[in-house]
């Protein structure tokens, strides 16, 4: 099946050692197109309550796009989709990088991986050579060494996806790695823990032949024409990173600070911006994932002292607010240092922001055993404790062993006097925005599949800078109203399912591209001639799919809830003091505009409507 789609998804059965290819037809992928929707729609008959996140019997799909491969800006991305170790819900991450681009030159749309190796391996894939290879000399390595290591003894132009100690030891919110130094992760809801509970320590992969698009004069005009002005319309990101609108963050109520209990902290926000990172030396260079124009990506290296740390991935935005603001650590070469770490071990530096901020609350309470803080520097501010419970969390050692399982297992061993600060939404600790600041935000964490998720309505960059003229949106909503919010999560989440399965980045919209060019850019790869009610129709029936899996799998709309925090405790100070989104009306509305019943259900018209049934 040529155009965007190479037709094939390989599937491995790590538990009997073979593999084997799956046709991919034409109808299924233009019905779920590709990343998570694809993945959704493959794994939906396996969700059940009884399915254990890290039994052998969960099974990890890694999915790319039809765009992922192709000259399209921001394309070279892929899914990451399983049962949540620690959500038990729908656990998808995306990630960007250059694995993607390898795994369809290699002739795949995606991979399937099923069962548990009995001792470690990694997946070899050089085109249509697939091994699995023993890898218990790789186990215990970090992803740095794991990366240089399967290179060496593959192919250096290689692209490795990879757990590092973190993953292998279980912690629950582990990342998949890929692309070494550079950083890249599938960090989201603990699928580098899936991959570790397969003893499956990597999948590298080569590829040598090209993607084929329906017509490439057209869409290498497209390209050429919105390229400039992607560039242009993201330079400060690419200038100061996601990182460079730090401050702005504090200033509108939005940067998580004290374990989310502070309103304002201007001076810290400085200090751990973009533009600091920028102006203070420690900044040695950009980098962009394969295909992008707009290079977002920090190099940092910091030459000596207590932090010091060779040429390394710098940190993002969600990064230094939880690692720092979350922690009142203002130490910016800390938390670089902090991120180098989670990095390393394979870690995903939000739910590791979370949970040490919420480990510092519960000690500023007296809340934890002394067996478990001996020794350490639990204080608010503290960059060598912040440090240490990263060290610890990624050995399974001390409070890190704890901490390792989340915040909401974490809470529940400590004591119901915790539960009050123990911020997660279904299990998944919260991004860096905050619903309190922007109310489309209550929603959308509400009703995510995996979680509290920014990322899949993308909501609060439509109350803050962006428009969306084609839903009627010709400026951005008032982030306090909330009589919008609903239908605005609504539209927001359909265009995200999108951007999931087409497998494009989000930051696209920053520089201007929009829906209709996203249309475009699609039926010049494919050939198909999708209109825009189609597409958003298909973004409509993939986040469906993903609430089907999560309905499967035992959740239902008392789970459509936010931490204590954001719905009784408003911030103290700051441009958003005082507020406290409506959750409950809100939240009804939206059932109603999605066509859910009352307790968050599809019903069987909109499941008809959108050929689920």
């Known amino acids: 099946m040529p155009n965007g789609h190479m037709g094939r998804i390989l599937e491995v059965d790590l538990g ?27 794994l939906l008959g396996e969700a059940s309550p009884s399915l254990d996140p890290l039994s052998p019997e969960n099974t990890l799909a890694m999915m790319a796009g039809p765009l992922t491969g192709t000259i399209v800006p921001t394309s070279n991305r892929f899914a990451a989709v399983a049962k949540s170790p620690l959500t038990g819900a729908f656990g998808e991450s995306d990630c960007g990088g250059s694995w993607g681009g390898e795994l369809k030159r290699a002739g795949f749309d995606g991979l399937i991986i099923r069962g548990r190796a009995d001792s470690p391996v990694y997946l070899w894939i050089s085109d249509d050579q697939i091994e699995i290879r023993d890898a218990f000399r790789l186990w215990g390595k970090d992803t740095w060494e794991t990366d240089e290591l399967i290179k060496a003894e593959t192919d250096d132009r290689a692209s490795v ?9 279980l912690v629950r919110f582990a990342a998949i790695m890929n692309d070494g130094r550079e950083g890249r992760a599938a960090g989201r809801a603990g699928l580098g823990a899936v991959m570790g509970s397969k003893r499956l320590k990597a999948i590298a992969v080569r590829g040598t032949g090209s993607v084929e698009v329906a017509d490439g004069a057209a869409l290498k005009a497209s390209v050429k024409e919105w390229s400039p002005r992607l560039r242009q319309g993201a330079e400060g ?44 030396g420690i900044l040695v260079d950009t980098y962009a994932c394969r295909g992008c124009v707009i290079g977002c990506g920090r190099v940092v290296r910091i030459d000596e002292g207590p932090y010091a740390m060779e040429r390394s991935a710098g940190p993002e935005y969600e990064t230094v607010a939880m690692l720092g603001s979350n922690c009142l650590v203002d130490n910016l070469e800390a938390i670089c240092k902090g991120n180098e770490l989670c990095n390393r071990y394979g870690i995903d530096t939000i739910s590791a922001g979370g949970v040490i901020a919420f480990a510092m609350e519960a000690f500023d309470r007296g809340l934890i055993p002394s067996e478990l803080s001996d020794g350490l520097d639990l204080r608010w501010g503290s960059a060598d404790g912040m440090l240490e419970l990263i060290r610890q969390i990624g050995e399974r050692r001390g409070l890190g062993r704890l901490l390792g399982e989340g915040v909401r297992r974490a809470s529940a061993e400590l004591g119901p006097a915790t539960e009050p600060f123990a911020l997660h939404v279904k299990g998944l600790e919260p991004p860096a925005h905050d619903p309190r600041g922007f109310f489309g935000n209550a929603v959308a964490f509400a009703t995510s599949a995996r979680g509290a998720c920014h990322l899949s309505s993308f909501v609060h960059a439509f109350e803050r800078v962006l428009a969306m003229p084609e839903f009627g949106y010709d400026a951005p909503v008032d982030r306090f109203a909330s009589e919008p919010k609903p239908m605005l999560v609504f539209n927001g989440q359909n265009l995200m399912g999108m951007f999931d399965s087409l497998k494009a980045c989000k930051f696209l919209l920053f520089g201007g591209a929009r829906t209709p060019q996203l249309v475009e850019w699609l039926n010049q790869v494919t050939g198909w001639d999708m209109d825009q009610g189609e597409f958003l129709r298909t973004g409509e029936r993939i986040f469906n799919l993903k609430r089907l899996y999560n309905i499967r799998s035992g959740l239902d709309g008392r789970d459509d809830t936010l931490p204590l925090r954001f719905r009784t405790e408003p911030r103290p100070d700051g441009s958003a003091a ?13 059932y109603r505009i999605r ?12 499941m008809a409507e959108l050929g689920l049934l």
């Open 16 to 42: 009997t050692r073979s593999y084997r290819i799956l046709p991919l037809d034409q109808e299924t992928a233009r019905k779920y197109v590709g990343g998570s929707g694809l993945a959704a729609h493959l």
């Open 161 to 169: 996806a990879c757990i590092g100690p973190g993953g292998e030891r």
């Open 237 to 280: 990101m690419h200038k100061y990173g996601t990182s460079g609108g730090t401050p702005t963050h504090d200033k509108m109520g939005n940067l998580p600070e004290k374990n989310w209990q502070m309103g304002s902290w201007p001076e810290g926000a400085d200090k751990i911006s973009g533009v600091t990172l920028a102006n203070r």
């Open 578 to 590: 005082g507020k406290l989104p409506p959750f409950e009306p809100m939240l009804a509305e939206y």
């Open 595 to 606: 066509g859910w019943d009352s307790t968050g259900v599809p019903t069987r018209e909109k």
